[in-house]
């Protein structure tokens, strides 16, 4: 079936460096992306989305990048801080209005 | 705006037992979603109401889980009896309009022992 995935389950960096995130989706129909972060204990907090008329879209130090040819989502922080160690998941909709979560990736920033 | 509120936060019980979930929505959100957390998993949706109607229940186990909206506001999921495989993190998450992101609570972590 159609599914979210990512290419890596863990990611350190230094504080103070960016960081890149990156996710491949499968179903081509997905029309709609969003990046949630999610620290321990809490559920997960919207960061930023896409729609699929888009390749690009900035927010506050975060950067969304959208590769329909290749099927592919990252999610770009730049100067990274302490808080912004947590689990990172990218999800897509079907136009369904159920989004769909991948595994996650685990950012740890290192003071 | 208030946040998605989930009670309680942490439940243990023992298989075969039932146990209660309870989410009240941001006021005024139609759409509320029950979704199940595996550790070390992404979140994977339960069931979805659209004020208090149901507009996708494909993945919940409807043989032991059971979930009401009532009135369209507050929401309770249930399960009976509970397996060892139901130890997870219970996400409620409601939305203005189901074409955007979600709000999730910040969830009820059961162990079933």
């Known amino acids: 079936g159609e599914s979210v995935g990512l290419h890596l389950p863990t990611l350190s960096v230094q504080e103070g460096d960016n960081s890149i995130i990156n996710c491949a989706y499968s179903n081509s129909a997905s029309d709609y992306f969003i990046w949630y972060k999610q620290e321990s204990g809490k559920g997960p907090q919207f960061i930023i989305d896409i729609r699929s008329n888009m390749d690009k879209r900035q927010g506050q130090r975060v950067t969304v990048l959208l590769n329909k040819t290749v099927k592919h989502l990252s999610l770009q922080i730049a100067a990274t801080q302490p808080g912004d160690s947590a689990v990172y998941f990218c999800a897509e909709n079907f136009g369904n209005e159920k989004l769909t979560f991948g595994t996650g990736t685990r950012l740890t920033i290192i003071p | 705006e208030a946040g998605v509120a989930q009670s309680p936060r942490y439940k243990i019980i023992e298989k075969r037992q039932s146990v209660a979930f309870w989410c009240n929505p941001i006021s005024g959100h139609a759409t509320l979603y029950w979704y199940q957390q595996i550790l070390g998993q992404g979140p994977k949706l339960l069931i979805q109401?659209?004020?208090?109607?149901?507009?996708?229940d494909s993945q919940l186990p409807k043989d032991r889980f059971s979930a009401e909206r009532l009135k369209g506001v507050d929401s309770t999921l249930k399960i009976q009896p509970a397996k060892l495989e139901d130890s997870a993190v219970y996400l409620c998450?409601?939305?203005?309009?189901?074409?955007?992101?979600?709000?999730f609570g910040s969830g009820t972590r059961l162990t079933v022992v």
């Open positions: 998450a409601s939305s203005l309009d189901s074409y955007y992101g979600y709000t």
């Open positions: 109401f659209q004020n208090n109607g149901v507009v996708d």
